[in-house]
């Protein structure tokens, strides 16, 4: 018997799902047999899998036997309708959707952050949204050292997070803008190109959006800690990928700026890029393709006690999306879980 | 005598020198005779003002007489060098450089804000920096009203901010990008196209930027209120024209969203584009060639007791610069002083 997981990946298609393909191989993850599966568009399709061609299923006849892992990057109501159906044949689900993200029952995991929550999980494992996991990875080493009491984040997010359609779209009133030709919207409501849109997800009564309570809500499960205090603006930026955050964390304990370097140069899935000198800090092209969050412009923020301001900047496809994902099924295996 | 005054564009053919020429021809500014002084490059070069054509003189070999009012904007080591000479010949000076915003001498305006400041001028007023100036126009009628005693700013700023060549450069490499060919930087130290650079002027060695300790200080100063507490990230975006900023404000006093957009509503100056649900917030590209301050996305930070979260965006050519400028010789000439 060849060592190995009969692995799915449903949204096979999309710029996650894709991602998650690539991801996969490049770590070696032991795949004894893997399904692409999308909606019935894509059926058809052929994507690649190392050397292999493999054909794209239709979810809607799709079987959900024999499958140890599925990992869902299909949205929302997919994930809500199929993952139960494999779960119940016996894989386990993890869900890179915000279907089951605030359920308690389904544990919401970051392995830098709180790997042991894997071990509760009842079939799905929801995947946090790709700006929270940017944001908990950076900041968990703070908060164990010195408590964090409130955030204030504002989020340059690339239009990748919105999917392969996006980045059409940008790249496509790009050089219509350039060309001085009229700009088509089928995406965003407004143009993106040399644009910036405050609005990410659906607006709330709140006057918040979807996306910026999802910082503040996953970041508090994560992190296990409700008393932690966050607010976001969250803003569509015309880059194609990584997510970038600036952020102002007030803390119990005082931490100097040295101190502060000195714990993120040893976080798990930090690199420290801090040389502003040198005109090193993160930026959004570099860390495109990377697994790990970037973290530069670490000052003190003199305006309020015990208060640091910070940028980080990852891959919102890899560690924000694909990676966290196929992460997490690693540490399924490793812990015996699946 | 025809009734007007001499003035002198000084940085005529500047991205901000030449939006000065277009904004005194719209508003029809009580111009006799109009100057338009540059750099040697610029030497011969011909400039429009309504439909005459102007010679651009030298400004090493100009002479510094017969002016009223010269509008500077040529960078901070001419007008240190200049300034002086012209005021000392008659002239009043607004100066859209750094060179004296900090000066206590030197009165740092904005007329919806501190327009009595002029009066105490010397010779030279200072035009803030463009972030300063939407983002003060947009606070003080909520400090006014309740007493702001904090604010945490994130900027995204457009590359019109850097100056012409720094929009041929944001053009040319997303080009080059969309075209699959090398990207050249001669103005950025890293490429702009399609990415966020998190450094606007100078490092200095606290880690802020020379641009985020501009809204610190000159933020104070126009206010007349050293106590405010102020702490900013700065980050160039990919966008041509119009800076836009969030805000985190906590104030002494309790305001409601619903009274600052009542407060703002009524604000000189500031219009106020805040209906998320119907996709109505400020963008940069609509707010571009406008001559006012939006603001949106006004909401309540439930991270803070009295705080709120806003969006402000504006035309940094304009309102962060040209406009401000031409608004305080109007406020000169408004209150007899030129």
Same mark, same amino acid.
């Given at each position: 018997?060849?060592?190995?997981?009969?692995?799915?990946?449903?949204?096979?298609?999309?710029?996650?799902?894709?991602?998650?393909?690539?991801?996969?191989?490049?770590?070696?993850?032991?795949?004894?047999?893997?399904? !692409?599966? $999308? &909606?019935?568009?894509? *059926?058809?399709?052929?994507?690649?899998?190392? =050397?292999?061609?493999?054909? #794209?299923? @239709?979810?809607?006849?799709?079987?959900?036997?024999?499958?140890?892992?599925?990992?869902?990057? !299909?949205? $929302? &109501?997919?994930?809500? *309708?199929?993952?139960?159906?494999?779960?119940? =044949?016996?894989?386990?689900? #993890?869900? @890179?959707?915000?279907?089951?993200?605030?359920?308690?029952?389904?544990?919401?995991?970051?392995?830098?952050?709180?790997?042991?929550?894997? *071990?509760?999980?009842?079939?799905?494992?929801?995947?946090?949204?790709?700006?929270?996991?940017?944001?908990?990875?950076?900041?968990?080493?703070?908060?164990?050292?010195?408590?964090?009491?409130?955030?204030?984040?504002?989020?340059?997010?690339?239009?990748?997070?919105?999917?392969?359609?996006?980045?059409?779209?940008?790249?496509?009133?790009?050089?219509?803008?350039?060309?001085?030709?009229?700009?088509?919207?089928?995406?965003?409501?407004?143009?993106?190109?040399?644009?910036?849109?405050?609005?990410?997800?659906?607006?709330?009564?709140?006057?918040?959006?979807?996306?910026?309570?999802?910082?503040?809500?996953?970041?508090?499960?994560?992190?296990?800690?409700?008393?932690?205090?966050?607010?976001?603006?969250?803003?569509?930026?015309?880059?194609?990928?990584?997510?970038?955050?600036?952020?102002?964390?007030?803390?119990?304990?005082?931490?100097?700026?040295?101190?502060?370097?000195?714990?993120?140069?040893?976080?798990?899935?930090?690199?420290?890029?801090?040389?502003?000198?040198?005109?090193?800090?993160?930026?959004?092209?570099?860390?495109?393709?990377?697994?790990?969050?970037?973290?530069?412009?670490?000052?003190?923020?003199?305006?309020?006690?015990?208060?640091?301001?910070?940028?980080?900047?990852?891959?919102?496809?890899?560690?924000?999306?694909?990676?966290?994902?196929?992460?997490?099924?690693?540490?399924?295996?490793?812990?015996?879980?699946?």
């Amino acid at each position: 018997m060849s060592v190995g997981y009969n692995v799915a990946v449903v949204g096979a298609t999309g710029a996650v799902g894709e991602e998650m393909l690539k991801i996969l191989a490049q770590r070696d993850f032991p795949v004894k047999n893997l399904r !692409a599966i $999308a &909606s019935e568009r894509s *059926e058809g399709k052929v994507v690649e899998f190392k =050397e292999e061609k493999i054909k #794209v299923e @239709n979810l809607a006849s799709a079987s959900f036997k024999n499958v140890d892992i599925a990992l869902f990057s !299909a949205g $929302a &109501s997919v994930s809500r *309708e199929f993952s139960p159906k494999f779960a119940s =044949e016996g894989a386990v689900v #993890v869900d @890179n959707s915000s279907a089951f993200r605030m359920d308690r029952d389904v544990p919401l995991v970051v392995p830098e952050v709180n790997p042991h929550a894997v *071990e509760k999980h009842k079939g799905i494992i929801a995947n946090p949204n790709c700006s929270t996991i940017q944001l908990v990875v950076a900041i968990n080493p703070i908060h164990k050292r010195a408590k964090i009491k409130r955030m204030v984040i504002s989020t340059f997010q690339s239009v990748s997070g919105t999917g392969r359609d996006a980045i059409i779209e940008l790249k496509e009133q790009t050089k219509n803008y350039l060309e001085k030709r009229p700009l088509e919207k089928k995406v965003y409501p407004h143009q993106i190109a040399f644009n910036l849109l405050p609005h990410i997800g659906k607006f709330l009564p709140s006057g918040y959006t979807e996306e910026e309570m999802k910082l503040v809500n996953e970041t508090r499960k994560i992190m296990e800690d409700p008393a932690i205090k966050v607010t976001a603006t969250c803003v569509r930026v015309p880059v194609f990928i990584s997510h970038s955050e600036t952020v102002t964390i007030e803390t119990e304990i005082f931490l100097s700026v040295d101190e502060v370097r000195e714990i993120l140069s040893r976080a798990e899935g930090v690199i420290l890029q801090d040389d502003p000198q040198n005109n090193i800090y993160p930026l959004p092209v570099e860390a495109a393709g990377k697994d790990e969050v970037f973290v530069g412009r670490i000052r003190k923020d003199e305006s309020a006690p015990n208060s640091i301001n910070m940028w980080v900047v990852s891959d919102n496809l890899r560690k924000g999306a694909a990676l966290n994902t196929i992460q997490i099924a690693e540490l399924l295996i490793k812990k015996g879980l699946v």
